[in-house]
């Protein structure tokens, strides 16, 4: 019932957003910050914003997420934040000592038109950077963009700040988009057993989802290091997993410091997994027997219960990189693929989900609104709505199993710690989908078809 206002017919709307399926670029940004060993995100602006994003990253990772804000008044909104932003560094390094600081904008100071290299140029200029200390940048006004290309923003600012032309050695870069810590470190897992050398950045497994050791740390033991950041201007490739969240970082070190990148979709599912186990094959890897055993695993999962997804019709919403490797997985084992909206902008969305699909007969839309999605399938009921939670009101509304992937989760654990990507996360996303669907049976089944075995 609390959706009952949403009407069936679909007006064509420009200037107006009801349930945006994302969030703020500095989300995106902070989090990416924290995939840095020793870094503390700063934002600049209001502290409103900064209590906005700590609050949204804290709540999806069940974990403290430490940050710092130029805490805008009526004054800095007026004459600009660069009083406060060099108060800050100052106190920053003075109070906390991090080793880096990564300091991202925010719409108000976007709008002010706070210009950051300068400010940070000033900052070192009056010694307010000690030696061996770091501040890399990132802008991430949110009126355009999302969480997702804050995100990608930051990453950029990453490689910005660390790579350096230096001579190429026998080691590969690693860029594995906005997932997951538990999907950073099954990244890491991969390449570990295939024998690759690789730099991955940035990384929030130990991070996000750390141990209880009973005492607070400030800076958790994860986190790409410093020295290895270093490295990643000498990589001989990088590999770029979702060209949204991971593209912009990939193109920095290939055009200014010579790094070839190549550009993939995120390994969820078996397809997207093969490329990424190839590219890294085509970059000296060698299959492992483990991984060969998941894969295995994988097919005769797939195989076994091809029955239970055949033909059924599902809706995506979400992260444009994720759904375009969903969509993918979910047509390769025989679902129907109906609906898919992003709140993400990028017009070649569209494109690309139609060709993960394999049609044009398909409902997809960018820069778009949770209404929207309710819409459509109010048009044309699914079996099966993937999202995150706040697809949990059309889920209740329209008496639709639910999966829950993607930002944010905030009504349900497991993401910060099991993985969905690679072949053992394609398992445990199939497990997942096909308990939704099997307790939705069991609860709705007659008497007479109530059945002990699947
Ligand atoms: S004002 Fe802009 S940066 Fe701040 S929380 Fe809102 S959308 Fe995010």
Redesign the pocket.
């Known amino acids: 019932m609390l959706l009952r206002h949403t009407p069936d017919t679909i007006v064509e709307r420009e200037a107006l957003t009801i349930q945006p399926a994302k969030t ?3 989300v995106g940004a902070m989090y990416a910050a924290l995939g840095v060993h020793g870094c503390l995100p700063h934002s600049h ?2 502290q ?2 900064c209590a ?2 700590r609050s949204s990253l804290t709540r999806h990772y069940k974990e403290p997420v430490m940050a710092a804000t130029s805490s805008f008044t009526e004054g800095s909104s007026v004459f600009g934040g660069q009083a406060n932003l060099l108060e800050a560094i100052s106190n920053m390094f003075t109070i906390y000592n991090p080793d880096v600081i990564a300091i991202h904008t ?3 100071s976007e709008t002010i038109g706070d210009d950051i290299p300068q400010i940070v140029a000033k900052a070192k200029d009056e010694g307010r950077v000690p030696e061996g200390k770091y501040i890399i940048k990132a802008n ?1 006004p ?2 355009i963009g999302s969480h997702v290309v804050g995100f990608g923003n930051m990453v950029k600012g990453i490689a910005e700040g660390f790579a350096t032309k230096q001579k190429k050695g026998n080691y590969i870069n690693i860029i594995p988009g906005y997932v997951e810590p538990s999907d950073m470190g099954e990244v890491k897992r991969i390449v570990k057993s295939m024998g690759v050398d690789a730099v991955v950045f940035p990384d929030t497994d130990g991070v996000l989802n750390g141990p209880q050791t009973g005492h607070f740390d400030m800076y958790p033991r994860g986190g790409t290091t410093i020295s290895n950041l270093k490295r990643i201007g000498g990589a001989k490739a990088t590999l770029a997993l979702g060209p949204i969240a991971s593209g912009p970082a990939a193109k920095v070190l290939d055009t200014s410091f010579g790094v070839p990148c190549e550009l993939l979709k995120l390994p969820i599912g078996l397809g997207a997994t093969d490329d990424f186990v190839n590219a890294l094959r085509a970059l000296g890897g060698v299959v492992s027997d483990e991984l060969e055993l998941e894969r295995g695993q994988l097919v005769d999962i797939l195989t076994d219960m091809q029955q239970y997804f055949n033909d059924k019709k599902v809706a995506l919403i979400g992260d444009p990189d994720h759904l375009v490797s969903l969509t993918q997985f979910l047509t390769d084992i025989g679902f129907k693929v109906r609906h898919v909206v992003t709140g993400t902008p990028g017009k070649k969305f569209v494109k690309r989900i139609m060709e993960a699909a394999g049609t044009e007969d398909i409902n997809v839309r960018e820069a778009s609104d949770y209404f929207h999605m309710h819409q459509l399938i109010k048009n044309e009921k699914v079996d099966l709505i993937m999202g995150n939670s706040y697809a949990k009101y059309m889920s209740r509304d329209m008496d639709i199993p639910l999966v829950r992937i993607g930002f944010p989760i905030y009504d349900r654990i497991g993401h910060q710690y099991f993985p969905i990507l690679g072949y053992r996360g394609g398992m445990r996303l199939i497990e997942r989908i096909l308990n939704v669907l099997m307790d939705y049976q069991d609860k709705t089944a007659p008497e007479e078809k109530f059945e002990l075995i699947m």
Request: glycine share 14%; with cysteine; proline share 7%.
């Open positions: 703020c670029q500095p602006g209001s409103g914003c906005y994003h925010t719409c108000l991430t949110s009126y």
